[in-house]
C-alpha cells in the first residue's frame, strides 16, 4: 500500500492504491508506520511522501478508524525531520489536506488542488477548513473551500500552497530538495502554527469572531451572520428562502428548547418544597427590617451592597477599626463609581450610604432581624462568632453564615436557637451576581427558610433553596470538575488546552484561566487544611488523601511564587503582578513536565473528547448524587445553580437539561468507561439515580418521582 524507499538520508513514503491512491484505512496505517519507522532511524534526515501514479486523492468519509487523516495530518506536521510532499496529478480532499500538512510542497506544472468536499454536503473536516486559510489567508480559503473548486500548479503556487513547481519528476525533484533541507528549523513551516492573514481586515471575520465570544457555543448568532450576509448577495426573495431553510436548522438543534427550559426553570427556582411538605405556598416568611454583616472583606461589602440597594439598614461589622475602615473605604469606592457611571445620582448615592451604620464588635446587635457572617471560612472562628452573636441578639433574629461549604448544623450546634441558623450563599461580586443559595440545616425552620427566600427576592436574588452537604450545590459540584482539570493537565494536557475545551463549551473562562484570577494559593490552602484533617503530611510524593487521587501541582507552582494574576504567573503568564492577558509559557510548562516526571507520571496526548468529558461528567454526576440525596429538590434548580452561580452556557439549559439532551444512557456508559479508568476517584462512581433513570428512560419532568424513591432524607 505505501513503499518504503530509503536512499541518500531520504525516506520516500510512496502511496500505492491505484486507481487515486485513496487514503483507505490500510494506507494511513501504512503511512504512519512509514513515518515512525524514518523518525527513529538516525540515518534518514528527511521525508518526501508521494503517490504512484497520481499523488493523494479520496477516502471513504465513513471510516473513522485509527488513524484518521486528520491525526495523520498531525503527525506529518509535527514530525522533527522534514516532510516534504511531491505532488503529481491531483491533490484532492484528504490528499490535499495531507499536503498541506507537509514542511514543503513540490509540485508537477501539472499537478491540481482543490477541496471538493462540499460537493457531497461535507467539510474538509481533517483539518482542512483552519490549515488552509493559515497557509493561503481567508480571502483565498473562503473562496476556495466553499467553492469545491479546483486550481492548477500555477496559481497554487501564486497563492503560498506550493513552494515550487517542476517541469521534470517531481518525486525527484523533492528528494534532492529533501536533502538540501536536511536538519533545517522547522518552526515556520507547520501550516496550524501560522496566523490566518487576511482574517484582520473582514469585517464579516470580525462579526463572527464577536459572535463566537459574545454567544459562545451558540448556532443561532453563527446562522444570523451567515444568512445575513447570504441575503446581501441575493435578491430579497431568495433571501428570504435562505432564511427559512437556515432556520429549520436552528430550531431543530436543541437549543431554542434550552434556551426555554432556563428561563422556566429559573423563573421556578425561588418555589421551594422542603421533605416535610412545607413549602411557598404555606408558609410565610417574616421581612426584614435591619441587618448587620460580620466581615468587612470581599463578601461582607458586597452582602452590604445588595441590601442596601435595596433599601435594607446595615450595621458592617468588624473585628479591629482598620478592617473596618477600608471596607468601608471599598464600599464608598464602588458608590462613587456607580455616580460617575450615572447609574445613580450623589444624592441617591448619600440616602443609600446614610443607611450604613458600623461597628467594631458585636455588642450593639441588640435590636436586629438579621446577622449576616462573612469572615475567613474557619470553622472554630464561625462558631466562636455564632455563640457569641447567640448570646447578644434578640431570640427572634436570624442568624446566617456566607459559608461557601461548611456544615451549616455544626455552626448551628453553637447558638441555641439552631432552627434560625441558615447558609445565605452569596457569589462574587456579592452585589452583582444574581444566584443566592439558602442552605438549609437539619433544624432550619420552614419559617427561616420561606424568611431567606423572600430576602433573596427582595435583594434582586434569584434564590434556591438546597440540602447541607460539602460545597452545598454549585461548589460540590463544581469541585469534581476542578478536580478533573488538574488530573487532565498530569496526564498530558497543558493548561490552555482544557481551557480552550471549556471555554469551547461555552463557559466564559476556562477552569486555569478562573484558578489564576481566584488565585492558586486559595485552593493549595484548602487542600493542606483537608490534608491536616486527615492528619496526612504531604510531601512531593503524595498522591492519595483518604484513598482519592488528588493532584498537587498547584502546590508546585505556589512553591515557586506563582498564585496567579496576582503574582503575574500562575498557570500562565501575564507579564506583571495584576496583568490581564494570559500567555502561554515554557517555564510552567517545565514545571508541569518536571512535576510529571518526579511522581512517574507519563504523559500523554489527551484527545479533545476525552476532555471534555471529563471536565464535564463527573460534575453531572455529583448532580445525580444531589438530587438523590434531596441535596436539590428539582433538577431546574441545579441548572439555575449553575446558569447563574457559574455562567453555565444558556443554550445547554444547565448540566441536568444537557445529561437529558445528551441521553442519559449515553452518560450513564461513559461515567462507567471512566470509573473503570479511574478507580481512586469516588466522583466517578455512577449516580444510582443516574443508572435508574438511564434504564427506565424516565422523561425529565419525572425524575423527581424516582429521586424521592431513592432520598436518603
Ligand atoms: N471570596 C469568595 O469568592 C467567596 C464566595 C462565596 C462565599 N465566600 C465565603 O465568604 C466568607 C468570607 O470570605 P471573603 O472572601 O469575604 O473573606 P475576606 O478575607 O475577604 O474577609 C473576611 C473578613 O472577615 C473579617 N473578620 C475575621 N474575623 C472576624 C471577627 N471575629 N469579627 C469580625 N470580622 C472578622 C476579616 O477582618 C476580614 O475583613 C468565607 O466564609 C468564604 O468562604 C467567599
Redesign the pocket.
Given at each position: 500500500m505505501v513503499d518504503y524507499i530509503a536512499r541518500d538520508g531520504v525516506a520516500l513514503l510512496q502511496v500505492n492504491n491505484p486507481p487515486v491512491n485513496a487514503l483507505s484505512h490500510h494506507v494511513r496505517v501504512a503511512i504512519e508506520e512509514g513515518l515512525k519507522k524514518a523518525g527513529q532511524d538516525p540515518r534518514i534526515k528527511s521525508i518526501v511522501i508521494s503517490g504512484k501514479g497520481s499523488f493523494i486523492a479520496g477516502a471513504d468519509i465513513k471510516d473513522v478508524s485509527k488513524p484518521t487523516i486528520l491525526e495523520l495530518c498531525d503527525l506529518i506536521e509535527s514530525s522533527g525531520k522534514p516532510v516534504v510532499a511531491a505532488i503529481k496529478g491531483f491533490a484532492l480532499g484528504g490528499g490535499h489536506e495531507i499536503a498541506i500538512s507537509c514542511h514543503y510542497r513540490i509540485a508537477h506544472e501539472k499537478s491540481k488542488f482543490g477541496f471538493p468536499e462540499v460537493d457531497i454536503g461535507i467539510l474538509p473536516a481533517a483539518g482542512g477548513t483552519q490549515r488552509f486559510p493559515r497557509l493561503v489567508g481567508l480571502e483565498a480559503a473562503l473562496d476556495l473551500i466553499p467553492s469545491g473548486r479546483h486550481i492548477g500548479a500555477a496559481q497554487a503556487f501564486k497563492l503560498g500552497i506550493v513552494d515550487k513547481v517542476v517541469r521534470g519528476d517531481a518525486v525527484e525533484e523533492a528528494v534532492k530538495f529533501a536533502k538540501s533541507i536536511a536538519g533545517e528549523p522547522l518552526v515556520d513551516r507547520r501550516t496550524s502554527q501560522r496566523p490566518v492573514m487576511g482574517a484582520e481586515n473582514a469585517f464579516l471575520a470580525a462579526a463572527v469572531k464577536l459572535a463566537m465570544k459574545k454567544k459562545k457555543g451558540m448556532i443561532a448568532p453563527i446562522v444570523c451572520l451567515s444568512v445575513s450576509f447570504m441575503g446581501s448577495l441575493l435578491p430579497f426573495e431568495q433571501g428570504i428562502q435562505v432564511e427559512a431553510a437556515e432556520a429549520v436548522v436552528v430550531f431543530t438543534s436543541g437549543q431554542m428548547g434550552a434556551l426555554q427550559y432556563a428561563f422556566f426553570a429559573q423563573r421556578a427556582a425561588p418555589k421551594w418544597l422542603l421533605p416535610c411538605g412545607a413549602s411557598f405556598k404555606t408558609v410565610k416568611g417574616r421581612p426584614i427590617r435591619n441587618a448587620a454583616v460580620?466581615?468587612?472583606?470581599?463578601?461582607?461589602t458586597?452582602i452590604t451592597m445588595a441590601m442596601l440597594n435595596a433599601g435594607i439598614p446595615v450595621t458592617l461589622?468588624?473585628?479591629?477599626r482598620k478592617?473596618l475602615d477600608?471596607?468601608v473605604s471599598l464600599l464608598k469606592l464602588l458608590y462613587a463609581g456607580s455616580v460617575s457611571l450615572r447609574k445613580i445620582t450623589q444624592d441617591q448615592c448619600d440616602a443609600i450610604l446614610s443607611k450604613l451604620n458600623t461597628a467594631v464588635?458585636?455588642k450593639s446587635l441588640t435590636n436586629v432581624d438579621l446577622v449576616i457572617e462573612?469572615?475567613?471560612?474557619n470553622m472554630a472562628?464561625?462558631k466562636?462568632?455564632f455563640a457569641e452573636l447567640d448570646r447578644i441578639c434578640p431570640p427572634e433574629t436570624f442568624l446566617w453564615?456566607?459559608?461557601?461549604?461548611?456544615d451549616i448544623d455544626e455552626i448551628a450546634s453553637a447558638t441555641r436557637r439552631p432552627d434560625k441558623v441558615l447558609g445565605t450563599?452569596?457569589?462574587?461580586p456579592?452585589y452583582h451576581m444574581k444566584l443566592l443559595e439558602n442552605v438549609r440545616g437539619k433544624l432550619t425552620s420552614a419559617e427561616t427558610v420561606a424568611s431567606a427566600q423572600m430576602f433573596g427576592t427582595r435583594i434582586g436574588k434569584i434564590p434556591v433553596v438546597v440540602g447541607n452537604c460539602h460545597g452545598f450545590v454549585g461548589n460540590r459540584m463544581l469541585h469534581k470538575y476542578v478536580y478533573e482539570a488538574d488530573f487532565l493537565i498530569e496526564e498530558g494536557c497543558w493548561p490552555e488546552d482544557v481551557d480552550m475545551v471549556a471555554e469551547n463549551f461555552g463557559l466564559p473562562l476556562g477552569p486555569f484561566k478562573v484558578r489564576d484570577l481566584?488565585g492558586l494559593d486559595i485552593r493549595v490552602r484548602g487542600l493542606l487544611e483537608q490534608a491536616k484533617a486527615a492528619g496526612i503530611e504531604i510531601n512531593p510524593a503524595t498522591r492519595f488523601l483518604n484513598g482519592e487521587r488528588i493532584s498537587l501541582l498547584s502546590k508546585s507552582l505556589v512553591d515557586k511564587g506563582h498564585c496567579g494574576r496576582k503574582t503575574g504567573r500562575g498557570f500562565y503568564n501575564y507579564g506583571k503582578p495584576g496583568g490581564k492577558i494570559p500567555l502561554n509559557d515554557r517555564f510552567i510548562k517545565d514545571v508541569i513536565v518536571e512535576y510529571c516526571a518526579e511522581r512517574g507520571i507519563e504523559r500523554r496526548k489527551v484527545a479533545y473528547q476525552e476532555i471534555e468529558e471529563r471536565l464535564f461528567l463527573p460534575l453531572i454526576n455529583e448532580g445525580f448524587k444531589i438530587l438523590e440525596e434531596g441535596i436539590a429538590s428539582k433538577p431546574e434548580d441545579i441548572d439555575t445553580i449553575w446558569l447563574l452561580g457559574y455562567a453555565w452556557p444558556r443554550h445547554t439549559g444547565g448540566p441536568m437539561y444537557y445529561a437529558n439532551m445528551v441521553g442519559l444512557d449515553k452518560i450513564y456508559n461513559r461515567i462507567c468507561h471512566y470509573n473503570e479508568l479511574h478507580k481512586h476517584s469516588a466522583h466517578w462512581q455512577p449516580s444510582l439515580l443516574l443508572k435508574k433513570l438511564a434504564a427506565s428512560k424516565t422523561p425529565m419532568k419525572d425524575w423527581m418521582e424516582v429521586a424521592q424513591a431513592s432520598s436518603k432524607l
Open positions: 460580620i466581615g468587612a472583606g470581599t463578601m461582607g458586597g461589622v468588624e473585628q479591629d478592617f477600608k471596607g464588635g458585636y462573612a469572615v475567613y471560612e472562628l464561625k466562636q462568632i453564615t456566607n459559608t461557601s461549604a461548611l450563599h452569596f457569589f462574587v456579592a481566584s
